[in-house]
T-cell receptor, first 113, second 115 residues
Framework: SQQGEEDPQALSIQEGENATMNCSYKTSINNLQWYRQNSGRGLVHLILIRSNEREKHSGRLRVTLDTSKKSSSLLITASRAADTASYFCATVAVGGGADGLTFGKGTHLIIQP | DTGVSQDPRHKITKRGQNVTFRCDPISEHNRLYWYRQTLGQGPEFLTYFQNEAQLEKSRLLSDRFSAERPKGSFSTLEIQRTEQGDSAMYLC?????????????FGPGTRLTVL
């Protein structure tokens, strides 16, 4: 079953604008990861944020994590056409030896030129 | 290319046939994962190996599914008596378990179509 929920499910913006996607999850986590997937392709890892971190940056990406609200956000600044893709958050639950990632349904981002 | 590789990239089969997929992880990655992704959904975890040991299996892994990693390197995922509901993208990922190395790196996937 999917633990996370991304919001919105779809987002269309103009090139150069910023895109913000949100993710909510249900259980306690060690870390939260964001992945990108171009249509019909594999997943590309974007950024990992640990449960003791609140914000992390990587290039044009900014991720925040609020463990009290069990939510995260991904901000892509100065969007480009090449950013068009689906974006997924993924978590691993704490304990029990579990190590499989639980993904949300994703946000489909379209950057219009 | 030193990334995760999967073979074949596409497989079309008839209902009731058996299929086998292969995954080659990144060299020296001791953990290997299998996921399934249907259209419009996020990937769903199936199983993972640490070296040759299968440590976790999800409820999605019915008895028609079997995965192996006999030498702790490449892995195979076999689906017996395929059903139309098995049509999906099957993704493989790998990672090391050294401290701080939590990122799973994904392969390009094998797209299965069951007719």
């Amino acid at each position: 079953s999917q633990q996370g929920e991304e919001d919105p499910q779809a987002l269309s913006i103009q090139e150069g604008e910023n895109a913000t996607m949100n993710c909510s999850y249900k259980t306690s986590i060690n870390n939260l990861q964001w992945y990108r997937q171009n249509s019909g392709r594999g997943l590309v890892h974007l950024i990992l944020i640990r449960s003791n971190e609140r914000e992390k940056h990587s290039g044009r990406l900014r991720v925040t994590l609020d463990t009290s609200k069990k939510s995260s956000s991904l901000l892509i600044t100065a969007s480009r056409a090449a950013d068009t893709a689906s974006y997924f958050c993924a978590t691993v639950a704490v304990g029990g030896g579990a190590d499989g990632l639980t993904f949300g349904k994703g946000t489909h981002l379209i950057i219009q030129p | 290319d030193t990334g995760v590789s999967q073979d074949p990239r596409h497989k079309i089969t008839k209902r009731g046939q058996n299929v086998t997929f292969r995954c080659d992880p990144i060299s020296e990655h001791n953990r290997l994962y299998w996921y399934r992704q249907t259209l419009g959904q996020g990937p769903e975890f199936l199983t993972y190996f640490q070296n040759e040991a299968q440590l976790e299996k999800s409820r999605l892994l019915s008895d028609r599914f079997s995965a192996e990693r006999p030498k702790g390197s490449f892995s195979t995922l076999e689906i017996q008596r395929t059903e139309q509901g098995d049509s999906a993208m099957y993704l493989c990922a790998s990672r090391r378990t050294t401290s701080g190395a939590d990122t799973q790196y994904f392969g390009p996937g094998t797209r299965l179509t069951v007719l």
